[in-house]
């Protein structure tokens, strides 16, 4: 328990039985407000990225090892959308640090694979497969997180970090696929 400090005594409360669910620091919100729908969001991600990082072979183990790492991301930044704007913010955030290694990411893994030059079907590998319906969950999620911004300031390397969490997924399925032998197929507009 030592990792996030979290207390969880156990697993029902009944305390979200009339449609309400509970923020950091004891305030509640409504299930289906947008704070809650996006930091769900966050966590359904969370959810696939496991998906991902116990499917993808040995080959790709250096691609497990990041998207272990983004997974403890999607945690610090669930953990700052649980807290009301009007609170202090948690000790972890997602920080300029955060953005800056995932856009080192992007450029050493965009730099691992043929370049693309149009749109790509969303598949090849079972691994770049899955790693497309990561990074469409994440575009999601980012359009929640501007969403919720226009009524409840987000920090800017939230939103900054959003954006580029698809960009590397995206480059992540690329070289999934290239290490693989599997070719892109770019989209057929004249079917």
């Known amino acids: 328990m030592e990792a996030g400090g979290e207390n969880i005594p156990r697993l029902y409360t009944r305390t979200g039985d009339r449609g309400t669910t509970g923020l950091s620091g004891g305030s509640r919100v409504d299930k289906d407000s947008l704070r809650?729908?996006?930091?769900?969001?966050?966590?359904?991600?969370?959810?696939?990225?496991?998906?991902?990082?116990?499917?993808?072979?040995?080959?790709?183990s250096d691609i497990r090892d990041v998207?272990?790492?983004?997974?403890?991301?999607?945690?610090?930044?669930?953990?700052?959308?649980?807290?009301?704007?009007?609170?202090?913010?948690?000790?972890?955030?997602?920080?300029?640090?955060h953005v800056q290694r995932l856009e080192e990411d992007i450029d050493r893994f965009d730099a691992a694979h043929p370049a693309v030059h149009s749109f790509v079907l969303s598949g090849g590998s079972r691994s770049a497969a899955l790693?497309?319906?990561?990074?469409?969950?994440?575009?999601?999620?980012?359009?929640?997180?501007w969403a919720l911004?226009?009524?409840?300031?987000?920090?800017?390397?939230?939103?900054?970090?959003?954006?580029?969490?698809?960009?590397?997924?995206?480059?992540?399925a690329l070289v999934a696929n290239h290490r693989l032998g599997v070719d892109e197929v770019a989209p057929d507009y004249s079917v």
């Open 131 to 145: 790693l497309h319906v990561a990074r469409v969950v994440t575009r999601r999620a980012e359009r929640e997180l």
């Open 149 to 172: 911004n226009r009524t409840e300031p987000v920090r800017e390397a939230v939103l900054q970090w959003a954006n580029r969490l698809s960009d590397l997924l995206f480059a992540l």
């Open 36 to 60: 809650i729908r996006t930091y769900g969001t966050l966590d359904e991600l969370g959810a696939h990225l496991g998906v991902v990082a116990a499917e993808l072979p040995t080959p790709l």
């Open 67 to 97: 998207v272990r790492r983004l997974e403890h991301e999607l945690y610090i930044a669930q953990a700052e959308l649980a807290r009301p704007s009007d609170h202090r913010p948690p000790e972890h955030r997602i920080e300029a640090r």
